[in-house]
């Protein structure tokens, strides 16, 4: 028997792992890509840097034997994170020394590096033989009596044992598995980046060598540094799916732009308006999601990993590790099938029954996350709905038995409350007294 045909639609993390994993395995599997890209070089970036946690992003590097082509491109000091509200309160400050010396990091603390987005499209990329990618093949429909997939340029192939949908948010695979498609999550915003931080010397220490984000009233700043030392910063807001639009318009313009977010961040202090006022403005977003709980029927040769699956906002930093774990699991499933000779379609319904619960985990910590970081009262809920998701991952049972007495989440929300309160006093007063310097003011 031959062995199985496989296409896979998109070329982003979820695909090419994927792909060679598959390719990989002693398996005979022919296996093509489709990408609507151009080319490896005209991709449109989405997400700055990624952490790659070790369960998922970077188990699976490890098992398509790239981890060491993506050493030197994983930055484990930065990790370093900071929760601030709008006056730049520190509410969290995790990993604020740097990590020990290479090779104790994964064993210790330090076990969810940063990694450009880039680079790890570039590293998936080198894994995947050239020819395998059949690049601006933008798909626009499946054929459901025929199974054919119609490409953009006209042209047809297949059809295949398996189609896997790799195609993101918008995915086309996705219409034969299910009639349901995103939704405006209710969060839009713009991203933009900082060349040359060391210039500015107030807001390169703010950024430190990983993220700064900073949530108040619906309101978002969040800035990471890069693998080249540069900036990422984005300005998120919650407001109706227009609205960036009309902030923006229909290009970039820099000046124009710079003022009305000034305007939209009158009252955060000085060093986030610096970060606001030094930024080149590029790429406006309007954040769509999947219901929690997106499943669907299981369908003979179809099927979705990653974002076309269980499609969220950015806000728990899970997207890319999910998407790198559904590759992983479904192509353990299939190269076991292929392998013993069994089905493929019952090796694709087993990954299907593993993963749905999974993507559903990660939507609601995501849907968690956003909801708490652009609450009113955010970065109190945000702050204390993460104390509530870290102790049910460490097993700590503070629902249950002594604990439950203790209203921990609480404590803490009205512990961050007089933090943030006493040093809005202490800015009103600074204020009050010598007046707020902004920088080009
Ligand atoms: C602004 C932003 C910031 C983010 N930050 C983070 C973060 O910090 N951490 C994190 O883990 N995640 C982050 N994410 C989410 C993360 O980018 C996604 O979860 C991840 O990229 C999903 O990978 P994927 O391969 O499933 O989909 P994608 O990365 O979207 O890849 C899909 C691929 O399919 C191709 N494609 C699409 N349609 C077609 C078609 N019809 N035919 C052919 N090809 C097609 C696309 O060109 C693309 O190459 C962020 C997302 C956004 C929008």
């Known amino acids: 028997m031959s062995p199985p045909t496989i296409a896979i639609v998109g070329a982003g993390p979820a695909g090419l792992t994927l792909a060679k994993l598959l390719h990989s395995a002693d398996t005979n599997l022919s296996v093509t890509i489709f990408e609507h890209s151009a080319s490896a070089k005209a991709r449109h970036q989405q997400g700055g840097t990624l952490d790659l946690h070790p369960e998922s992003g970077l188990l699976a590097l490890r098992r398509m034997g790239l981890h060491d082509a993506a050493r030197p491109h994983l930055r ?212 769509y999601e999947l219901p929690v709980g997106h499943k669907w029927e299981h369908k003979a040769s179809y099927t979705l990993i990653g974002d076309s699956a269980h499609l969220a906002t950015p806000f728990a930093g899970m997207g890319v590790n999910a998407a790198m774990l559904d590759a992983l699991e479904l192509s353990d499933q299939i190269i076991t099938a292929v392998k013993a000779g069994t089905s493929l379609d019952r090796a694709v319904e087993v990954y299907e029954q593993g993963m749905f619960p999974r993507g559903r985990n990660v939507q609601e910590r995501t849907m968690l996350n956003k909801t708490n970081g652009f609450a009113d009262d955010a970065p109190l809920m945000f702050m204390s709905g993460m104390i509530g998701v870290v102790a049910k991952e460490s097993g700590w049972p503070i629902d249950r038995g002594l604990l439950y007495w203790i209203p921990i989440t609480r404590t803490a929300y009205s512990f961050f409350w007089m933090k943030t309160s006493w040093t809005a006093c202490s800015r009103r007063l600074r204020r009050a007294i010598w007046g707020e310097k902004s920088l080009r003011a």
């Not at 990983?210 to 619906?218: D, I």
């Not at 799916?241 to 977010?261: C, M, Y």
């Not at 009158?266 to 406006?284: F, N, S, Y």
Request: hydrophobic letters at 35%.
């Open 76 to 287: 484990y000091e930065g990790e370093e994170l900071v929760i601030a509200d709008l006056n730049g309160c520190e509410l969290v400050h995790m990993k604020d020394a740097p990590p020990p010396a290479d090779g104790e990091r994964d064993g210790g603390m330090y076990t969810r590096p940063e990694i450009d987005r880039e680079r790890l499209v570039e590293v998936l990329l080198e894994g995947v033989e050239e020819g395998n990618v059949r690049w601006g093949k933008h798909l626009k429909r499946i054929d459901g009596e025929t199974g054919k997939l119609e490409f953009e340029d006209g042209s047809v192939e297949g059809p295949f044992d398996l189609v896997v949908g790799a195609d993101g948010a918008w995915s086309k695979v996705r219409s034969v598995l299910s009639d349901v498609m995103p939704g405006y999550s209710g969060i839009c915003g713009i991203e933009g980046h900082i060349d040359n931080p060391k210039e500015f010397p107030r807001i390169d220490k703010l950024v430190g060598r990983g993220s700064f984000f900073s949530f108040s009233y619906g309101r978002a700043c969040m800035a990471q540094r890069m693998g080249d030392n540069s900036i990422k910063l984005g300005t998120w807001q919650r407001r109706p799916e227009t609205f960036i639009d009309e902030l923006v318009g229909e290009q970039v313009e820099q000046e124009p732009l710079r003022k009305k977010l000034l305007e939209e961040y009158r009252d955060w202090c000085p060093e986030i308006r610096e970060l606001i006022e030094v930024a080149h403005w590029r790429t406006k977003w309007k954040l």
